[in-house]
């Protein structure tokens, strides 16, 4: 059996190298920047999810050691044993306080996050309605789930009515990507919200991308729509902490009943050690600069309209994103990772993302932008890609 398992295994990854989808890892040697170095070579990188450039910010630094003095490294229990610090207890009020919504519940990650929230919401008897494009997290909640799970076309409403229309099902879940992470769109939230309170379905809106980034003072994508009653009681809102905010978690934000049922039912939050508190010390930082300095999102915008502008003319397009994910569509998943590699040979990172993780034949770049890139850091990206679109 296991020489047989073993040679199985070369062979499928002689076939995913074969077809381009060999996927492997980069090592960095220090901290997540725009500059980075690997092997000795520093890097220009359009690569992380750390759009406000926290993720090494010398008050976040400082905060994490008076954290670790204050509550020790490992939390050492989960949370409803004695794995529970003040610290939790403070971001938790925090966010709540900074979303709007009645409670917030931290999770230690944002797969954990939405995995626990589903499970614990609805099982059998009940129907999940899903955007296509959604992450892969919220589609593995959902078959853990066991719920009936629909997949709708992306921001097809019509065809999500038509189904939750016809559903049976005792509870209804609607959930989706608020910006999507592969393509930096956003969702038709009062679209979403108007069928979930007509269908009488909870929605579940995983803004892990707009957190931070879009909504008055960075208070997420639920912020940045005047008409939204984004305190519905149908809404369950979700984000990370590991991306914008720059260190790492998640939050779940709802009325209190849902965070109740949350800590009382959600396997992936009471079957698991504590977050260290002092990573929730350090996002409590994280949070009055993502209030406080609105420069760092005003600096996106102006670096997105940059590279929008400045790659109009290119042979590859960008996708219609206003966030600070633009993805440039390759098409082909080689062609995705010799444009990937070519840039790597010049200095410059950018992922090639391929399926699975997003539709065949929609290979592209994932160019991610923070707020600590330069003008000048553009304008090299953008002349690499102009050569390489005349060569290949
Ligand atoms: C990154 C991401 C997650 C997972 O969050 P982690 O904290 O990294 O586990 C969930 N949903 C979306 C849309 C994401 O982009």
């Not at 690569?47 to 003095?69: Q, R, T």
């Amino acid at each position: 059996m296991c020489p047989d398992l073993i040679e199985q295994l070369r062979e499928q990854q002689l076939v995913r190298e074969r077809n381009g989808l060999l996927r492997s890892r980069l090592t960095l040697e220090g901290s997540q920047e725009t500059h980075i170095s690997i092997a000795g070579r520093e890097f220009l990188a359009f690569c992380s999810n750390d759009y406000l450039g926290l993720a090494s910010h010398p008050a976040l630094i400082e905060a994490a050691c008076v954290g670790a003095k204050q509550y020790g490294v490992g939390a050492g229990a989960s949370h409803l044993i004695s794995g529970h610090f003040s610290a939790h207890h403070l971001l938790e009020e925090a966010i709540a306080r900074f979303t709007g919504f009645p409670k917030a519940l931290l999770f230690s990650t944002g797969y954990m996050a939405n995995v626990g929230v589903v499970t614990a919401l609805v099982g059998r008897d009940d129907a999940v309605f899903a955007d296509r494009l959604n992450h892969a997290s919220l589609n593995d909640a959902a078959l853990l789930s066991r719920a009936e799970f629909n997949r709708y076309p992306h921001l097809d409403l019509s065809v999500l009515e038509q189904r939750l229309v016809a559903s049976k099902a005792r509870r209804k879940l609607v959930m989706t990507d608020v910006v999507f992470s592969m393509d930096g769109n956003i969702a038709p939230v009062s679209g979403l919200l108007a069928l979930c309170e007509k269908y009488k379905a909870i929605l579940l809106l995983d803004d892990a991308h707009g957190f931070g980034v879009l909504g008055k003072q960075g208070r997420g994508t639920l912020f940045s729509f005047d008409t939204f009653n984004r305190h519905s009681s149908h809404i369950i809102y979700m984000a990370t902490l590991g991306k914008a905010a720059g260190v790492f978690g998640a939050f779940v934000a709802a009325q209190s009943e849902i965070i109740e049922t949350l800590i009382q039912n959600a396997r992936s939050y009471i079957y698991t050690t504590a977050t260290p508190a002092l990573l929730s010390h350090t996002v409590l930082k994280s949070l009055e600069l993502i209030e406080h300095e609105e420069w760092r999102r005003e600096k996106l915008k102006q670096l997105v309209a940059k590279l929008k502008n400045e790659l109009q003319l290119l042979r590859w397009t960008l996708l219609p994103s206003t966030t600070p994910i633009q993805p440039l569509i390759i098409g082909r998943s080689e062609d995705a990772m010799q444009v990937s590699n070519a840039l790597r040979e010049r200095g410059i990172l950018v992922p090639a993302i391929r399926p699975p993780t997003v539709p065949k034949g929609t290979a592209r770049l994932r160019i991610s932008l923070s707020a600590l890139h330069s003008e000048e850091d553009i304008e090299r990206l953008v002349m690499g890609l102009r050569e390489l679109a005349q060569k290949t």
